[in-house]
């Protein structure tokens, strides 16, 4: 079966910063892998996904994930934290069909 | 504009009072998805359906019910709720039955209480 952990529930940064969140996952297939973002009171929106190719992937917002296989990671990042960048972020794996099996997300705070 | 909705928004009732939650989308998608988010666990998957009449459980599919009689609509039904299905409820579509690739798209969530 396969599993996510991310790595910290809260992450706080500072305006401008550099966002790191770090995403584990567990897979004996090749993983398709996902973000999402929750802002408050939402449902989820799609950051990025990787599926096939080049491991580094490029999303919404100014977000980008690279997909580690031998680290079995894939850690998001953005160079510069805005403020509208205060959500809570979920890492999620396909492996068979649809189902998407979710970290326990992490709630990222910008302070000024 | 290609959507989920689901209704109601906010639901607070008592112990044992089947209530209902809608899930509806207009993009023509095979399959859909409930899952429940608890605070530190995620979203854990609790029924899918891959197409008109064929639903399966997901990983915690205790004390709840669906049915799938029309493609666009997906309802997730509890017959006598519990205070420990109190969470946030979401339904969510996939183009295809099997599109490993596809984005899910997700609804705006249902927040429960049951007291």
């Known amino acids: 079966a396969q599993s996510v952990t991310q790595l910290g529930s809260h992450v706080s940064v500072s305006e401008g910063a550099l966002v790191l969140l770090r995403c584990n996952y567990s897979?004996?297939?090749?993983?398709?892998l996902f973000w999402y973002v929750q802002y408050p009171n939402q449902g989820l929106q799609l950051l990025l996904k990787?599926?096939?190719?080049?491991?580094l992937v490029k999303g919404i917002n100014g977000f980008e994930a690279e997909f580690k296989k031998s680290e079995t990671s894939f850690h998001l990042t953005k160079p510069s934290a805005h403020m509208s960048d205060a959500a809570e972020y979920f890492c999620a794996v396909k492996t068979a069909g649809n189902k998407l099996t979710f970290g326990g997300g992490t709630r990222v705070l910008v302070k000024p | 504009e290609a959507q989920v909705t689901q209704n109601p928004r906010y639901l607070i009732t008592v112990t044992g009072k089947k209530l209902t939650v809608t899930c509806s989308q207009n993009?023509?998608?095979?399959?859909m998805s409930w899952y429940r988010q608890d605070p530190g666990l995620g979203l854990r998957q609790i029924y899918y359906s891959m197409n008109v009449e064929v639903t399966d459980k997901g990983d915690v599919p205790e004390g709840y019910k669906v049915s799938r009689k029309e493609k666009r609509n997906f309802p997730l039904i509890l017959e006598s709720p519990s205070p420990n299905q109190t969470s946030l409820y979401f339904c969510a579509s996939n183009p295809q039955q099997g599109g490993r690739t596809d984005t899910q798209y997700f609804g705006p969530g249902t927040r429960l209480t049951v007291l």
């Open positions: 990787y599926t096939t190719g080049a491991t």
């Open positions: 897979s004996s297939v090749p993983p398709y």
């Open positions: 993009m023509n998608h095979e399959y």
